[in-house]
Nanobody, 117 residues
């Protein structure tokens, strides 16, 4: 069974930087496109950014220019680093594979990021 454990969330001031981590167990991610998602209070979970096995990246417009996604296949870990956090980025951040909804792994608990203005 695949387990996703996100960490690194915190209370951060607007304009600050933070790096989130996602450790995957139960499945080797080397060949899997991986992504970060977030759920803003009162809204549905949304895709934020993804990285393919050959390190191509795609970013949502809302975070483009402020976010970097990376992966360490040896550690089976995916990272999200964001600079210039905004209050509207306040959300629970999750990682998962990229693909049709039915192919996604069971969601982890996510990691809370709260941005103060």
């Amino acid at each position: 069974q695949v387990q996703l454990v996100e960490s690194g969330g915190a209370l951060v001031q607007a304009g600050g930087s933070l790096r989130l981590s996602c450790v995957v167990s139960g499945r080797i991610i080397r060949f899997a496109p991986m992504g970060w998602y977030r759920q803003i209070p009162g809204e549905q979970r949304e895709w934020v950014v993804d990285i393919t096995s050959d390190l191509s990246t795609t970013y949502a417009d809302a975070v483009k220019g402020r976010v970097t996604i990376s992966r360490d296949n040896a550690k089976n870990t995916v990272y999200l680093e964001m600079n210039s956090w905004k209050p509207e980025d306040t959300a629970v951040y999750y990682c998962n594979r990229i693909g049709p909804m039915r192919s996604l792994w069971h969601w982890g608990k996510g990691t809370q990021v709260t941005v103060s203005s």
